[in-house]
C-alpha cells in the first residue's frame, strides 16, 4: 500500500494530537513518539501488511499506543519515580500554551452571552440534554440547534483569530 | 461499534467524556481509531477541545476571607492587553470594595494594560478609602512592580494569612 504525502501530514497531525492527549502537552518528546509510529506504518505500509486502506486510521492508532506504552515504559526504567518526566519546561511552549489560551478565550468573550451560558452548561457543568432544555427553556430540537450555532461561530471566530494571528506573527 | 455521524449530540456527548477522561479503555480506543481516519470527528474533537479549554482556564475568581475580597486566577495567566482575564479582573470589583488582596501567583506576565487594570482596581479600592495588595507576585512581576515604582504602592506578601492580617493592622 502507498501512503501518498497529504495522507501522512493529516496521520501525523492527528497522531500529535494523541500523543498529547496520553503524555501531556508539554512532553517534550511528543515529536519523537509521532515520528516514530509513523515510520513503523510507513514500514508497515511497505511490506504489504496494510492491505486495506480503510484501516489505516484504526492500524496508525494501535501501533501509536504501542509507542506510547513503550515510551513509558522506557521511562520507567531510566527515571526515578520521583522525578516528573512531563513537567513544563519554562520554555517557549509555557508562553505559546498561555498565548493560545488567550486566543481562545478572547472568541468566547466575542460569543452572545446565550451562546456562552449554552456552552458552559453543556461541556463545563456536563448537563444533560434533559437538564439544559429545562433550565434554558428550550425544546429539545430548538436546544440541538442552538448548540451547534454556538459551536458553529465559535469555529468561526476561531479559525478568523487564529488566522489572523499567524499572519501577524510571520 | 460507534455510532458517530448519525447523531450529532450523541457525538458531541462522547467526545466530551473523551476530553474529560471518562471513556473506558475499549471505547477511548475505537475513538482514537476512528479520529485518525474520520476529518470530520477530529475537527469536531478540537473545536470542542478548544471550548473546553477556553471554559476551564484562567478565569478570575472572587472570593472573602475575613471581610478582605480575595481574587484568583483559576488557572495560568497574563494580565496582557486584550487578554479576557485582564477584562474579567476590571469588571470583578464590587461597587464598595475597600479590601481587596489579588493573588497575582498564576500570573506569569503582565504588560502596561495589565498595569493599567491594576491600577483601575487599585483606584477603585482608594475611593472607597480602602487599600489593594498582592500576593506572591511571579520574580518578573515583582521587577516590574519595582521598575515603575508601584511597589511603593502596592504592598506584596507572599503568605496569604499575613496579607489578610494587614488588612486590620
Given amino acids: ?170 | 461499534m460507534l455510532r458517530l455521524h448519525e447523531d450529532p449530540l450523541a457525538r458531541e456527548e462522547l467526545i466530551r467524556s473523551y476530553l474529560k477522561r471518562r471513556l473506558d479503555r475499549l471505547t477511548s480506543e475505537a475513538f482514537e481509531a476512528h479520529y485518525l481516519s474520520c476529518n470530520e470527528c477530529f475537527d469536531e474533537l478540537r473545536t470542542t477541545d478548544r471550548i473546553l479549554s477556553g471554559l476551564t482556564n484562567a478565569a478570575v475568581v472572587r472570593r472573602e476571607r475575613d471581610r478582605v475580597v480575595v481574587i484568583d486566577f483559576s488557572g495560568p495567566a497574563q494580565l496582557v492587553r486584550e487578554s479576557p482575564v485582564a477584562r474579567q479582573l476590571e469588571g470583578i470589583l464590587h461597587q464598595g470594595d475597600s479590601r481587596v488582596l489579588v493573588d497575582l501567583s498564576k500570573v506569569s506576565r503582565i504588560d502596561s494594560a495589565g498595569l493599567g487594570v491594576l491600577m483601575t482596581c487599585y483606584s477603585h479600592v482608594l475611593r472607597n478609602r480602602g487599600m489593594l495588595k498582592v500576593l506572591r507576585p511571579s520574580e518578573d512581576v515583582r521587577r516590574l512592580l519595582s521598575l515603575t515604582r508601584l511597589d511603593g504602592v502596592v504592598e506584596a506578601f507572599d503568605d496569604e494569612t499575613a496579607a489578610i492580617q494587614s488588612f486590620t493592622n
Fill in chain 1, 1 to 170: 500500500m502507498q501512503i501518498d504525502q497529504n495522507t501522512l501530514e493529516n496521520i501525523r497531525l492527528k497522531l500529535s494530537y494523541k500523543v498529547r492527549y496520553h503524555l501531556g502537552p508539554f512532553c517534550p518528546d511528543i515529536d519523537d513518539v509521532v515520528q516514530e509510529t509513523l515510520s513503523r506504518i510507513l514500514s508497515a505500509a511497505r511490506d504489504q501488511r496494510i492491505r486495506n486502506p480503510e484501516s489505516l486510521g484504526a492500524f496508525a492508532s494501535a501501533t501509536c499506543t504501542n509507542v506510547i506504552h513503550e515510551y513509558r515504559r522506557g521511562l520507567w526504567r531510566e527515571v526515578p519515580a520521583e522525578l516528573d518526566v512531563t513537567r513544563p519546561d519554562p520554555s517557549v511552549s509555557v508562553m505559546e500554551q498561555l498565548e493560545m489560551q488567550n486566543l481562545i478565550a478572547s472568541t468566547l468573550a466575542e460569543l452572545p452571552e446565550r451562546d456562552r451560558v449554552l456552552l458552559r452548561a453543556f461541556y463545563l457543568e456536563e448537563k444533560t440534554a434533559e437538564e439544559i432544555t429545562r433550565d434554558l427553556s428550550f425544546t429539545e430540537s430548538a436546544f440541538r440547534v442552538a448548540l451547534f450555532r454556538a459551536r458553529e461561530r465559535f469555529r468561526k471566530i476561531s479559525t478568523g483569530t487564529l488566522k489572523s494571528e499567524a499572519r501577524g506573527t510571520h
